[in-house]
Every structure is written in C-alpha cells, then in structure tokens.
Nanobody
Framework: QVQLVESGGGLVLPGGSLRLSCATS????????KGWFRQAPGKEREFVAA????????VYADSVKGRFTISRDNAKNTVDLQMNSLRPEDTAVYYC?????????????????WGQGTQVTVSS
C-alpha cells in the first residue's frame, strides 16, 4: 500500500513563502513521476506542478510558473514544492500525487495515489 503524506502547509502573508513536502511510503515509487495539485473551496482540483522520475523533467501550471519550484530526492523518497511570492488566489488544499509513469504529466488521470492534502492559506 502506497501512502503519501504532505506537510508544510499553513497561514502566510501575501508575498510570503512556504515549502510543502510529500513523503511516500513505498521505495519503488521513487522511480515514478510525482505531482502537486490543489483545490480551492467551490472549485475543481487543478494541476500545479509535476516532476519526472529523474528530476530533469518538470511541468508547471501557467499560474505558478516562475513562483513555484518542484523538486525531488529519490534517496529520501520525498518531493517538495517551494512556493514563493504567494498570492491570496493560491489559497487551497494542496495534494501530492504519485504516478506509475516516468514522465511529468498534468492530467490527474495519470496519477494513481493521492495524499490527504495540506491547507495553504494566503491572507493578510
């Protein structure tokens, strides 16, 4: 059973930064693509960022490009999302997901396992 556990969410002022981390339980999943998605109240879940298994292939949503950075440490089986210049519209529950594919992808249908989510609130 693969488990993903997110951490690092919280309340931050506009313009501030947060770093989310996702730990996976199964070592074998270190070889597959990982992604971050988010869901704001009353909205559908949307893609944020994804990273291929080597770490050299990354994809970002246009809304976060240049502000967010996804990275992974396969030795520790973790994937992080560094979020800078946060805006109120970034407020959402952020979910980590693991795919059985090797290439970073935007489609949630490509991800088989999901974490429980961590709340990020950007507000003054």
């Amino acid at each position: 059973q693969v488990q993903l556990v997110e951490s690092g969410g919280g309340l931050v002022l506009p313009g501030g930064s947060l770093r989310l981390s996702c730990a996976t339980s199964a070592r074998t999943f270190s070889r597959y693509a990982k992604g971050w998605f988010r869901q704001a109240p009353g909205k559908e879940r949307e893609f944020v960022a994804a990273i291929g298994w080597t770490g050299g292939n990354t994809v970002y949503a246009d809304s976060v490009k240049g502000r967010f950075t996804i990275s992974r440490d396969n030795a520790k089986n973790t994937v992080d999302l560094q979020m800078n210049s946060l805006r109120p519209e970034d407020t959402a529950v952020y979910y980590c997901a693991a795919s059985r594919g090797f290439i970073a992808t935007r489609s949630p249908r490509e991800y088989d396992y999901w974490g429980q989510g961590t709340q990020v609130t950007v507000s003054s």
